[in-house]
């Protein structure tokens, strides 16, 4: 059979009649009456093939669709072009070689001029013909669509058959349903009572989604055999394989599938500069590329050997796509999800009960997520779903501990003290020459709103918050397990997907070059060696036999990619210093603001100095932190390109670990300097330290960096879940998709039939936005975590703003995948990946973050040794003038003195400045006192014990907690009973079978007649038809 009838879907007979007519209708230019034709001969050709879900005979489903671009003459579509790839699907490939379109090898006429021809643009299309023609070979059924309302993009819908699901089925192990069910084990007795009634309670907000609520029966699951087809159940084979699991299969085929030949040779990549000579030698090779083996001839000793071309083979769709050959690959979503009249599927069901923020208060529907989507998607969603459900308790907790400051702020001795103008506590200035001495009653309110954040309860909630983060893992990894039972991945390994892994076209490409390299270098190092004429012949012979077999010799090793780390390195640390001068300018425009406002004649804007000053350089750090998101998410993809990774898996692992440590440090640097750094390294007043020998460093406030740190995380957290998170994936989108929209309806041609035409489904889902990738969801996700946790201390409201936040981007990102997205292509998985180790990372980070904020950023520690060392009466009454040393103005240095000294209204001798120092009545004045080392060795010994108790505490709730479910593993331990028993069962039914028929064959040879002068009629021949009739009747 030719490849030409392969790709038909009409008799030859009826093919060569319409293309005749059809060219001489064009000839005769009947083009304007073609709307007219078509119409005569079906009054809805789209409404029978379901608007694209189908091919034109509207019996085999769209599996697949590729997209490509093309050239044609300008004008009306022609009713040849509809026919031809509409009717006839790649068919009149002939046609092709007698009458060939413009610029593609077509006889001229004498007088007309040569037309330029796109030697690239030839290229791509033998490509597509070549690689179209092995999907054939490979079992695929193909048809094209070049009439579509796109202008220059063509179709090709590709459907999978019964027989080649079957084999794909079998060789990627995948679980599908038996005709066995069992009942699942129940719970009884208390449990079974307090089930029932939860389920009674949660039903307004259950999903209307079918197989939703607990099953009491499973149906048992066994990896697809063409030889056991019997087990399974295929009373319909069309839905045995859903759209999730035949998409899958193709794009297995599709990633496979070889290109081995070429007119012309390709580039490394799209618009990528070459060296001339290098591509001047792929040109030259090119040409015997295109050879296929039955042109192969004997070799003449002697004779000039051209060398194969080691990159003529390209594997699979992803380097088509990576080098212009095809546009865009991706499976069909199910049909609409809204609109009048819309036939009901998967698509319109998720949107309805999960895609709409007016379902936020719903379950999701994790089970169907999973059928449309994939396993990798599906165990996304239920990671964001359990995450949300544990942010629930810490949220409640946070509120109580927030509303215990707000209870006892009265009642607390240390801000009463501070307010109380009676004590006249006169500080020292803030800021040289131009601050004055100011009033500590003036931080009252500063100081008692560090209360709500700075108390005892605040402890506890850190030491809850840790062993929430250790919970929040224990219970999503039985949620994990018991979702792997659901879904029948409990004997799935990653190593499976492993083996399949194919190397991306990046790499080939680099590998192509490589050895394009060393070719040269042998052949430049055989110039100058001398070698005898049969050796030289054999060597070459060898090389042409090598062919395509090359690439897979060579393979790039550590020094190939030394200057890729070399350039990684760099770059990681220059962004990482980057981020560390922008919180360094952000300090100083802190201390020049404030200097210049404190030089304001308004006693208001003088009062309100740290809040203006904070609040503006948190907004500032707010906005860089976004940009640097942005920036540093495009170098992190730059810098693994130029890695070359080999496997998409270990692209995708080594682009997470670039974009989170660039941005972590990115978000989190600002934070860190306020909890740890400022009003640390200050000096004291008459030597203070100063940063470029002019500015002076930060103090923090009397009542301590808590509440700024509270303030700076707030702002941070909430402004980046806002903006960056909500605003930019509503809005970004949107553009994008209106963008496309305009550049699409500006290049297609605005005839009436054309603009009254409905789309197909294909077209639809091409003007959506392509996947990219699970990465930017898991890491904005893995950043709020973070801030849940890490500094949870200083801002026990986190958690309820991380939750009002999830419920909305829970909604968000469904809508997006339903309805913003190409569907993309499912992927197994049995975890969350690398993403789990970040996790426990960073919930082992905050137990020791945690600890040193509550040690070193608050006043904790140091009321805790005032209480117990140096308190006279056991209460908190003189904490404040404990903690504050005293400074004779005296001393101050010439230069810094303030110009107003009497700004106060009277004259100052002594201020306060808070530090544990000597006074300068004494003889070591300035000094450091005992009492800062007693509340040192304090600090540090809490650190240790709230560290060991708490990481103890962590590891007890891992170790109490089991990670598979109990009646998990003994449902597991069920089903692989059962399939023992099944398949023994099988052997027995074989087995009896086989007696019966011995049995029946001795009973007749016993009973029946034999005439030794007639040995036909003996039962040795009569019974030989036996066994067959026997065995399938056993088997109906």
């Given amino acids: 059979m030719r490849v030409n009838e392969k790709y038909s879907t009409l008799p030859a007979e009826d093919r060569s009649v319409h293309i005749i007519n059809i060219c001489a209708i064009e000839d005769i230019g009947y083009l304007p009456s073609e709307g007219t034709l078509l119409n005569s001969l079906s009054v809805d050709p789209d409404a029978k093939c379901r608007y694209g879900l189908y091919f034109r005979d509207g019996r085999r489903k769209v599996d697949y669709i590729l997209v490509y671009h093309h050239k044609r003459p300008s004008g009306s579509r022609t009713l040849a072009r509809r026919v031809q790839h509409g009717d006839t699907p790649f068919g009149a490939r002939s046609l092709k070689q007698d009458h060939p379109l413009p610029g593609k090898g077509a006889p001229l006429?004498?007088?007309?001029?040569?037309?330029?021809?796109?030697?690239?643009?030839?290229?791509?299309?033998?490509?597509?013909?070549?690689?179209?023609?092995?999907?054939?070979?490979?079992?695929?059924?193909?048809?094209?669509?070049?009439?579509?309302?796109?202008?220059?993009?063509?179709?090709?819908?590709?459907?999978?058959?019964?027989?080649?699901?079957?084999?794909?089925?079998?060789?990627?192990?995948?679980?599908?349903?038996?005709?066995?069910?069992?009942?699942?084990?129940?719970?009884?007795?208390?449990?079974?009572?307090?089930?029932?009634?939860?389920?009674?309670?949660?039903?307004?907000?259950?999903?209307?989604?079918?197989?939703?609520?607990?099953?009491?029966?499973?149906?048992?699951?066994?990896?697809?055999?063409?030889?056991?087809?019997?087990?399974?159940?295929?009373?319909?084979?069309?839905?045995?394989?859903?759209?999730?699991?035949?998409?899958?299969?193709?794009?297995?085929?599709?990633?496979?599938?070889?290109?081995?030949?070429?007119?012309?040779?390709?580039?490394?990549?799209?618009?990528?500069?070459?060296?001339?000579?290098?591509?001047?030698?792929?040109?030259k090779c090119g040409k015997y590329a295109g050879r296929s083996i039955t042109q192969l001839r004997p070799v003449i000793p002697g004779e000039e050997i051209p060398e194969r071309c080691p990159g003529s083979v390209w594997s699979g769709i992803t380097s088509l796509l990576a080098n212009g050959v095809y546009a865009a690959a991706y499976p069909l979503h199910d049909g609409d999800y809204e609109g009048e009249n819309v036939e009901f599927n998967d698509r319109k069901l998720l949107y309805e009960e999960w895609a709409r923020y007016g379902v936020f208060y719903k379950y999701q529907p994790i089970d169907l997520v999973r059928k449309y989507f994939g396993e990798k998607i599906g165990l996304y969603f239920a990671w964001l779903g359990v995450y949300t459900q544990m942010l629930i308790p810490a949220s409640v907790v946070g509120i109580i501990v927030f509303l215990y400051g707000c209870a006892t702020m009265d009642e607390n001795i240390p801000s009463m003290e501070m307010c109380d103008q009676r004590y006249n506590i006169t500080m020292c200035p803030l800021c040289d020459k131009t601050c004055s001495y100011w009033k500590m009653s003036s931080a009252c309110a500063t100081a008692r709103a560090s209360h709500l954040f700075d108390n005892p309860a605040t402890v506890f909630f850190s030491v809850f918050m840790a062993l929430w983060a250790a919970t929040f893992m224990e219970h999503w990894k039985r949620k994990q397990m018991r979702l792997n039972y659901r879904w029948d991945l409990t004997g799935f390994e990653e190593e499976e997907e492993a083996v399949k892994d194919h190397p991306r076209a990046e790499y080939e490409a680099r590998v192509l070059e490589k050895s394009l390299k060393k070719e040269s270098k042998n052949k430049e190092k055989r110039r100058h060696i001398p070698e005898d004429s049969t050796n030289k012949w054999k060597q070459r012979v060898k090389t042409a036999m090598a062919g395509v077999k090359l690439t897979d010799k060579v393979k790039l090793t550590w020094r190939d990619r030394f200057p890729a780390y070399l350039t990684n390195m760099v770059s990681i640390i220059f962004m990482i210093a980057v981020t560390f001068a922008i919180v360094l300018g952000v300090i100083i425009y802190r201390i020049s603001t404030a200097a210049a406002l404190a030089m304001n004649s308004s006693p208001s804007v003088r009062s309100n100095i740290r809040v203006t000053v904070t609040a503006t350089a948190v907004i500032i750090n707010l906005v860089v932190i976004i940009l640097l998101d942005e920036v540093y998410g495009c170098i992190a993809r730059w810098l693994t390109k130029i890695e070359v990774p080999k496997t998409e898996k270990s692209f995708e692992e080594r682009l997470i670990f670039k974009a989170f440590l660039l941005k972590f440090v990115n978000s989190y640097t600002p934070i860190f300097y306020v909890a740890f750094f400022k009003g640390r390294f200050v000096g004291r007043p008459g030597d203070y330290v100063y940063i470029f020998r002019s500015f002076r460093m930060e103090e923090c406030a009397p009542g301590g960096c808590l509440m700024e740190l509270c303030i700076q995380l707030s702002i941070i957290m909430l402004g980046k879940q806002l903006i960056q998170n909500n605003l930019f994936e509503i809005g970004i989108p949107k553009m994008k998709k209106f963008i496309r929209y305009l550049r699409l309806k500006r290049q297609s041609p605005t005839h009436h039939e054309e603009s009254v035409k409905r789309r197909q489904r294909y077209e639809v889902d091409y003007n959506l936005e392509p996947f990219a990738g699970l990465t930017p969801e898991y890491m904005e996700m893995i950043i709020q975590f973070g801030f849940v946790t890490l500094f949870v201390a200083s801002f026990p409201l986190a958690p309820l703003f991380a939750l009002l936040n999830n419920i909305i981007e829970i909604r968000l990102d469904a809508k997006k995948f339903v309805t913003e997205l190409r569907r993309p292509v499912a992927v197994r998985a049995k975890d969350i990946g690398i993403w789990y180790n970040i996790l426990r990372g960073i919930g082992k980070l905050a137990v020791i973050i945690n600890a040193f904020v509550i040690s070193f950023t608050s006043d904790f520690i140091p009321r805790l040794v005032y209480l117990y060392l140096y308190s006279k009466d056991g209460t908190m009454h003189g904490f404040v003038n404990h903690t504050l040393s005293s400074f004779n103005v005296s001393d101050f240095q010439d230069g810094t003195a303030p110009n107003d000294p009497l700004d106060l209204g009277y004259e100052v001798r002594i201020c306060r400045y808070k530090d544990y120092r000597e006074p300068p009545w004494s003889e070591n004045k300035y000094d450091i006192s005992k009492d800062f080392w007693a509340v040192l060795a304090a600090r540090l010994a809490f650190v240790i014990v709230f560290q060991n108790l708490v990481m103890f505490m962590s590891d007890f709730v891992d170790w109490v907690i089991p990670d598979i479910p109990k009646d998990i593993s003994q449902q597991i331990h069920k089903e692989k009973v059962l399939m023992v028993e099944l398949f023994m069962r099988e052997e027995q039914d074989k087995q009896q079978l086989l007696d019966t028929w011995r049995m029946e064959k001795e009973r007749q040879k016993d009973e029946a007649p034999c005439n030794h002068h007639n040995p036909t009629a003996c039962p040795d021949s009569l019974g030989s038809p036996a066994p067959s009739q026997a065995y399938h009747g056993g088997v109906l």
């Fill in 109 to 283: 006429d004498a007088g007309s001029a040569e037309p330029p021809m796109d030697y690239h643009e030839d290229d791509k299309r033998f490509r597509r013909e070549e690689y179209e023609g092995n999907l054939l070979e490979a079992g695929l059924e193909l048809e094209r669509d070049e009439d579509t309302k796109i202008h220059g993009v063509g179709f090709v819908k590709i459907h999978a058959p019964w027989n080649v699901l079957c084999r794909e089925a079998e060789f990627l192990k995948l679980k599908m349903p038996t005709k066995k069910m069992y009942h699942i084990n129940e719970t009884r007795g208390l449990l079974k009572k307090i089930s029932s009634v939860l389920q009674k309670i949660t039903e307004p907000i259950q999903p209307k989604v079918a197989g939703h609520r607990p099953q009491t029966m499973k149906i048992l699951s066994y990896p697809f055999s063409r030889e056991k087809q019997h087990l399974f159940d295929l009373s319909d084979k069309d839905s045995f394989f859903d759209s999730k699991t035949r998409s899958t299969i193709v794009y297995e085929i599709l990633k496979r599938t070889t290109c081995t030949k070429a007119k012309y040779s390709m580039g490394q990549g799209e618009g990528r500069k070459k060296d001339s000579a290098l591509l001047s030698k792929r040109r």
